[in-house]
């Protein structure tokens, strides 16, 4: 099977001085059927004098680099799912990196896929290193086929390596809501998965980052700055998790934390359609085992 190519997307705001790293391991590769498409969300620091040289030189890759209006993660996917060349899309921020075999696992994954189900695309693991793992995997085979929304049932939560088929990105773009700059990526993935598509979850790291995984609070900042992204998430949970009572509780609670000094509890149940005791019961559960949730 011929190799599909590959676009590797990153969105960039003002991380000059790490997106080197990133650009050193892609040249690391030990394959390179990929090109490089960096959309860059109205950087202020010297992004584009970094990539301005690399795009008048000779790479072993393609190198795209554009700039918009700063607009959010979410918008700058949006033009790079429209932009691309490959036939697989690779979401990787400007501050991580990949091993140096990422490319060349990816080929190797994508070859395994067959017409057992209807498929989104393939996921490896992300590290903190090469050898400790970021977030949850399961290590009773070499992989398991899974919906973004069944992660929970076959211990596969955290971050996770995912490169989607670009065809199937762009039937589902991200919600652009005027006057909000941050949306929940869940609210594509979950989107996915409802209409049956699965991801093959391989048990190997191929992405290196920095980060700790964070609890429930960690975005309430952006929670209040953008409540129509965050209600479009909460509604989308409720849909995607219909009999979950765990994720159901958690979405109405997350909801009503970041509205909380700007409507009501009534307004907030008519807004999820649902019961104003389910509002306060999941806003107190919510509160008291936040820990509980968070893991």
Same mark, same amino acid.
């Given at each position: 099977m011929k190799n599909l190519y590959i676009t590797i997307?990153?969105?960039?705001?003002?991380?000059?001085?790490?997106?080197?790293r990133l650009?050193?391991?892609?040249?690391?590769q030990t394959q390179k059927n990929f090109e490089w498409l960096v959309v860059d969300d109205g950087s202020t620091d010297d992004t584009e004098n970094f990539f301005e040289p690399l795009l008048s030189e000779q790479k072993p890759f393609p190198i795209r680099y554009i700039k918009q209006k700063?607009?959010?993660?979410?918008?700058a996917i949006n033009n790079g799912v429209k932009k691309a060349s490959g036939e697989l899309f690779f979401i990787v921020d400007s501050d991580d990196y990949l091993t140096e075999n990422a490319i060349e696992k990816i080929n190797q994954w994508m070859t395994t896929l067959d017409g057992s189900h209807k498929w989104a695309g393939i996921a490896g693991l992300r590290g903190q290193t090469k050898n400790r793992v970021l977030g949850q995997y399961n290590s009773s085979s070499k992989y398991i086929d899974a919906k973004n929304s069944e992660r929970r049932k076959y211990n596969l939560l955290g971050d996770k390596?995912?490169?989607?088929?670009?065809?199937?990105?762009?039937?589902?773009?991200?919600?652009?809501? =005027?006057g909000e700059n941050f949306i929940s990526e869940e609210i594509v993935w979950n989107a996915i998965a409802r209409d049956g598509y699965c991801l093959r979850w391989f048990n190997e790291i191929i992405y290196i980052c920095d980060y700790l995984d964070g609890g429930l609070t960690k975005d309430?900042?952006?929670?209040?700055?953008?409540p129509q992204g965050r209600l479009l998430w909460a509604k989308g949970q409720l849909e995607t998790f219909p009999n979950s009572w765990r994720d159901r509780?958690?979405?109405i609670g997350i909801y009503r934390h970041s509205v909380r000094n700007a409507e009501s509890l009534r307004q907030t149940a008519n807004k999820l359609d649902v019961s104003l005791f389910l509002v306060i019961f999941a806003s107190m559960l919510l509160s008291?085992? =936040?820990h509980i949730f968070s893991n």
């Open positions: 997307f990153t969105p960039t705001y003002n991380r000059r001085q790490l997106i080197e650009y050193q391991s892609l040249l690391s700063n607009g959010g993660k979410h918008r390596a995912e490169v989607y088929f670009t065809d199937v990105l762009k039937k589902y773009p991200f919600p652009e809501i =005027s309430n900042s952006k929670d209040q700055n953008n509780f958690l979405a008291l085992y =936040s």
